[in-house]
């Protein structure tokens, strides 16, 4: 079964909050929130989702981007989690090809490192054993020379060894987006910049029957009627939790703060990705090439600060990822000027006495108030849909159904109507063939569609649409991408575009500098917005890049 993108109207998504029951009512738009929107949907449900930000603006548009097994769980020896995870990254694999890819990861061995030989070697044998790897997949160990050849970067006097394994990477936010097209097609009603304020309660049975909405974008209160809500607001799910004050389990939440640095790929010119020892501490931190840049993270600091929507990137977060790397590539020499982008991320993992965060496991968990608010917390962008298969399960048992049958296995994401990499690689000859005439460079169609998939023919179609009209070609594919973004992808704000729909922001600031005032320009046209709205959305999207160290010392006066 796959899914292609509907465009969505939001005037009519808001109608249909205020106008019809829900069987569930979704709270948060991240990887949990969409998933379980599709889940519902797919199965039969009437569903609503709100997000008081973007969709993904939480913690999925800020994780590692890995879709993983879990390597280090086998470390805390959380063997169940190793198999559900590495099972579900293959799902999501082959449901997505456009978004995920298999990537070769390197594990250096160092001398007097955390990892040894035999016990790394055991340790990745059985990480594919359970996670049920493919054979051509599965580990290989590594002689000095063989790693040093992998990675000369590495540190030539420290690393003794080393083994290569595979692990997925995708684009969380994109993910996430993909979830939420899928579930509009099978009638879920999904709004952002909604956000949810309070619960309404039947008066009898005290239990949820609805709740208020404020729209921020047209400062409106909706009421919305639901016979069951989902709270997965991720980092804010104790918030409503206690909002709703039913609560029945002393679980809570912890959260952990996560940073990862971008730098330009020529500064750190990595052959592959490595998941690499920090000497310091003994934690593992990744750095992962990605077109132009090259990315390296994480941190895991326990975080307690109230503005949960931004956590900060500090001096001490951007020391300690570039010691890190620059004690396992030497030659480098990196410095905060090297310092282009980032995101910073919080766990929202379940709190156990005694632990740190780096040892609190990522499990996940259901909650159900008295009231019979389902919270759903922890767990991994990787497990996505079997926290959704779970939820929906208690959803249908409040709704005194049996609707046991999860689809979500076959369902291919929006966009990801392929069956392999290969099957990827022809759509974009195809499409290169069925553009002649729009003149879409080959680098542009190849960035369309392992962004877009197969949808990307709708935005081919919009260029021809806009042939008469616009004849310079690469215009005439700004306009046609963002009218898309639009119509099809709820995008309301430059930031909406340039972070979480083509992660520019992230990997691509050269490009995306460039690309600020058109694209601001063409938004204005469609969106009505003047010359000072659309340099406010300008300032407002490189505001995500106050923090950096170079930029901070260009604002100094
Ligand atoms: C640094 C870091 C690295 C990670 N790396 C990986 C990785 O490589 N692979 C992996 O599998 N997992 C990884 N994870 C874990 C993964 O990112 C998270 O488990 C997952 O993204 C959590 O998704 P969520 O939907 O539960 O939360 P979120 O993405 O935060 O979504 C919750 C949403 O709820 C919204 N919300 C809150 N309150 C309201 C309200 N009142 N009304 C409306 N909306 C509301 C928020 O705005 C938010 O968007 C990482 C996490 C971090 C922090």
């Known amino acids: ?232 607001a991720g980092p804010w799910v104790d918030t409503l939790r206690e909002e709703d004050g039913h609560i029945m389990s002393k679980k809570k939440l912890q959260l952990s703060k996560g940073v990862h640095l971008v730098v330009a790929h020529e500064r750190l010119p990595l052959k592959q990705s490595i998941y690499f020892d920090v000497e310091a501490d003994d934690r593992m931190v990744f750095a992962i090439p990605r077109g132009r840049s090259t990315y390296i993270g994480t941190t895991d600091t326990i975080f307690t600060d109230p503005s949960l929507a931004d956590p900060s990137i500090t001096d001490e977060d951007i020391s300690y990822v570039l010691a890190a790397a620059n004690a396992a590539f030497p030659t480098v020499n990196l410095t905060p000027a090297d310092v282009e982008s980032g995101w910073s991320g919080l766990r929202p993992l379940i709190f156990e006495p005694g632990k740190d965060s780096t040892e609190i496991s990522r499990k996940d968990e259901i909650f159900v108030s008295s009231s019979g608010l389902i919270s759903i917390a922890g767990g991994k962008l990787t497990g996505y849909r079997q926290m959704a298969r779970r939820t929906v399960n208690q959803v249908s048992k409040q709704l005194g159904l049996n609707l046991r049958y999860c689809p979500t296995e076959h369902i291919q994401l929006s966009g990801g109507r392929f069956n392999s990499l290969e099957d990827v690689k022809l759509y974009i000859n195809k499409q290169q063939g069925e553009a002649s005439q729009v003149l879409i460079p080959e680098l542009e169609m190849k960035r369309l569609v392992f962004t877009y998939g197969s949808n990307t023919e709708q935005i081919v179609n919009l260029c021809y649409q806009f042939y008469q009209e616009e004849t310079d070609p690469i215009l005439r594919l700004h306009k046609a991408e963002i009218e898309y973004l639009i119509n099809h992808e709820h995008c309301i704000t430059l930031s909406d575009v340039m972070i979480r729909r083509t992660g520019m922001l992230y990997f691509d600031v050269p490009r995306m500098n460039e690309l600020l005032e058109p694209y601001a320009s063409i938004m204005g046209n469609l969106l009505d917005w003047d010359e000072a709205e659309q340099y406010r959305q300008i300032a407002s999207c490189l505001k995500n890049l106050d923090w950096v160290p170079s930029r901070k010392r260009k604002a100094a006066p």
């Open 1 to 232: 079964m796959s899914t292609q993108s509907i465009p969505v109207s939001r005037g009519d998504s808001l109608n249909k909050l205020a106008s019809q029951q829900f069987d569930v009512l979704i709270i948060g738009g991240g990887v949990t929130g969409a998933g379980i929107a599709l889940d519902a949907a797919a199965r039969g449900l009437l569903v609503a989702l709100v997000e008081m930000q973007d969709f993904a603006a939480g913690t999925s548009s800020r994780s590692t981007k890995l879709i993983h097994g879990g390597l280090r769980y086998l470390k805390n020896l959380e063997f169940g989690i190793v198999r559900e995870v590495g099972l579900e990254r293959n799902i999501v694999y082959n449901n997505a090809h456009h978004i995920v890819r298999s990537e070769k990861m390197l594990l250096p061995l160092v001398k007097g490192g955390s990892l040894g030989k035999y016990s790394s070697s055991l340790g990745l044998w059985m990480y594919d054993r359970l996670a049920g790897v493919k054979k051509h997949e599965r580990r290989k160990m590594l002689s000095k020379e063989q790693t040093l050849e992998k990675e000369p970067l590495l540190d030539k006097a420290d690393v003794v060894g080393g083994g290569e394994y595979v692990e997925y990477r995708s684009d969380d936010a994109r993910l996430v987006i993909e979830l939420i097209k899928s579930a509009t097609t099978f009638g879920a009603c999904s709004v952002n910049y909604c956000k949810f304020d309070s619960f309404l309660y039947d008066k009898e049975s005290d239990k949820v029957c609805g709740g208020t909405i404020q729209d921020l974008i047209n400062d409106e209160v909706i009421e919305v009627k639901a016979k069951t809500i989902v709270n997965a």
